[in-house]
């Protein structure tokens, strides 16, 4: 494996654990606020992203590459409201998206068109997942400080991410 590939694999990995504790600051954040249903969207989210993680040391080893396995940032833990919570949301996905892109050009810039092929499917899945994060920032935009609108909003808010997933 090339080593720059390697080293741009290697950030990604990190960028998913990272990400992955983030949802999960986030997650616990929401269950201590009461919201029950943003808390199990970010439980879930935090999950996923754990499973990008694990799924890129996989394939790095596959190709015989040397994973390292990162230390980890300590996560915001507290929000002003719903809309800094998924104001940061998507903020984080679309650096994600961006650090994807980034090992993408650089795929292509060396040749290796496997990697490239890999890490397509981190493309689609990104473009699921800021479609899912736009859409719920824009619910709350829309709803404003109204108690009632968030209240239906953690109620509904597994139901809206699976829509939109579905729309994709």
């Known amino acids: 494996m090339n080593k720059t590939i390697e080293a741009l694999l290697n950030d990604q990995i990190k960028y998913e654990a990272n990400a ?32 990008h993680m694990t799924k890129l040391v996989k394939f790095v080893n596959e190709r015989s590459g040397k994973v390292i396995v990162p230390a980890l940032e300590k996560p915001k833990e507290s ?7 998924f104001a940061d949301f998507l903020k984080s996905e679309m650096f994600v998206t961006e650090q994807i892109n980034h090992v993408i050009f650089e795929c292509l810039n060396k040749k290796d068109y496997n990697v490239h092929n890999f890490m397509q499917w981190y493309v689609t899945e990104q473009l699921e997942e800021e479609a899912v994060a736009r ?18 909003f953690d109620r ?11 729309e994709e």
């Not at 719920?136 to 209240?151: A, E, M, Q, T």
Request: proline share 0%; hydrophobic share 45%.
């Open 20 to 51: 992955s504790m983030h949802y999960l600051a986030m997650a616990s954040w929401a269950d201590a606020q009461g919201y029950n249903g943003i808390a199990e969207f970010f439980y879930k989210q935090s999950e996923e992203e754990r499973v």
């Open 79 to 85: 929000f002003e409201s719903l809309n800094e919570l």
């Open 135 to 152: 859409t719920l920032l824009d619910k709350l935009n829309i709803i404003g400080d109204d108690k009632s609108g968030h209240y239906m």
């Open 156 to 166: 509904d808010i597994n139901a809206i991410a699976l829509s939109v997933d579905a």
